[in-house]
């Protein structure tokens, strides 16, 4: 993800200038690659001052400020030293601002014209060619009339706030149900209906449940743990992980054959924590891949002796817990309406465990990996990748269970719960007894003492 540094350069215009230098320019320059868009807009500030600022929409680089500006006379120069390092010197004749960049060192001719009417067109512009090259559905999308819609529309904003508009079509068009627009704490998606039908019963038994893990002995071989959402603060992710492992190794340690994973309450947050609290389930080797429908390449996730890796990145250290080992265990998970992202995604690296089974209802179906935009202060967000399994099986939509068990959710006591009954029934060898809906009495022995 690209991110917009918040240097401002202020170059404060004397009575000559005529303000004639402030607004929206645009041009072409030459790279190693071939021609790229430029943008620069030069905006009004306090006391007479100016910011500039550079965009390059096919790169994704959206207001980036200069770190250096100067104005003499007709001559103007601004250069940039942090994301990357180049200046530009040129001459101001009536709308055309014409120069020279350099980049490493390599100079090329740059001309620029005022684009009156322009001066939100660069962020529709960059979102629009983001998309396009990114989200796994671009190709089922008209561009070139959708970038003609947009842009033509973009003439008329009259500030920033416009910019939500054309995002959420966005959204709209590429029915991206998982990407959404981050602003001011608050997140904004494209949304159906589709698999969100979760019952009141559900939400009333939910309650008190959804924040901590929660572990208990089901009877004397099966372990239960419920998995919650990971927190937000990317601090608490390692405590987090580590919890659930150190659960997984007490009923490897205790002589437990038979472990149930609860992701009904889990609405999703850090796959790679939930991954690497999970790890000695699968054990070391590939779990899942990242497929990217546009350029149908995979990027492997996999559990290394130190981390979660994607490729040879290791993006969720084990820290000082680094054991990995496999356990043998046979798992049951329990899947709801609210079950959805990075839990979705979890669950399918499990498919590499041996003998696994899942129950309980379609879960929400965001089986993607999302991808951002800084735009300003929004984060536009579309999903880049599907997930896929180690059998090769992509994610396009929902997980259905193995075992379809509608409603008989009971959270405060799981003796009564219909799904936990028949995952207990399965695990005892007795997976004739399941049916479709099944509700059978719960083979769960009154032994709640919840270990936290």
Not at 221 to 233: L, V
Request: net charge negative.
């Amino acid at each position: 993800m690209r991110t917009v540094l918040t240097v401002v350069v202020f170059l404060i215009l004397g009575c000559t200038s005529d303000n004639k230098i402030v607004g929206i320019w645009s041009g072409s320059v030459n790279t190693a690659e071939g021609s790229t868009e430029v943008i620069i807009s030069v905006e009004k500030g306090w006391f007479n001052s100016v910011s500039c600022k550079i965009s390059f929409p096919e790169q994704y680089v959206v207001d980036y400020p200069a770190t250096s500006v100067s104005l003499d006379g007709s001559t103007i120069s601004f250069g940039f030293s942090n994301l990357f390092t180049a200046d530009f010197r040129g001459e101001i004749s009536g709308d055309s601002m014409t120069g020279t960049w350099t980049q490493n060192k390599i100079k090329t001719p740059l001309s620029l014209a005022k684009s009156p009417g322009q001066n939100f067109n660069r962020f529709v512009k960059t979102a629009l060619l983001f998309c396009k090259d990114n989200s796994v559905n671009s190709g089922n999308i008209d561009w070139t009339a959708e970038s003609n819609k947009l842009l033509n529309e973009a003439r008329a904003y009259p500030s920033m706030d416009d910019i939500e508009s054309p995002l959420k079509y966005l959204l709209e068009i590429l029915k991206d149900r998982h990407g959404g627009i981050f602003k001011d704490g608050e997140w904004i998606g494209y949304h159906s209906n589709k698999n969100e039908q979760i019952s009141k019963e559900f939400i009333k038994s939910s309650y008190g449940h959804r924040e901590e893990i929660f572990s208990t002995l089901l009877s004397d071989n099966t372990g239960y743990i419920r998995i919650p959402t990971s927190p937000a603060n990317e601090k608490e992710l390692p405590a987090y992980a580590g919890k659930i492992h150190g659960e997984v190794e007490r009923y490897s340690e205790s002589g437990c054959k038979n472990l149930i994973l609860d992701f009904r309450l889990n609405e999703g947050g850090n796959m790679f924590s939930m991954i690497a609290g999970l790890r000695n389930l699968p054990g070391a080797g590939q779990v899942a891949r990242f497929y990217k429908p546009l350029s149908k390449d995979a990027e492997i996730i996999s559990l290394q002796n130190d981390g979660v890796y994607t490729d040879q990145k290791n993006v969720f250290p084990f820290g000082n817990d680094s054991s990995l080992h496999k356990t043998d265990f046979n798992v049951a998970i329990l899947i709801s309406p609210a079950t959805a992202s990075a839990a979705e995604g979890a669950i399918i690296s499990l498919k590499s465990v041996r003998n696994v089974k899942i129950f309980g209802e379609p879960s929400k179906g965001l089986t993607t990996t999302l991808q951002g935009l800084v735009l300003q202060d929004i984060k536009f967000f579309i999903s880049t990748s599907y997930l896929c399994d180690v059998n090769d099986i992509i994610y396009t939509d929902r997980l259905n269970p193995d075992v379809l068990i509608t409603g008989g959710d009971d959270f405060n006591n799981l003796q009564n719960d219909a799904k936990v009954a028949a995952a207990m029934t399965w695990l005892n060898g007795n997976f004739a007894n399941i049916v479709s809906g099944w509700t059978g009495k719960s083979p769960v022995k009154s032994r709640s003492s919840p270990y936290n």
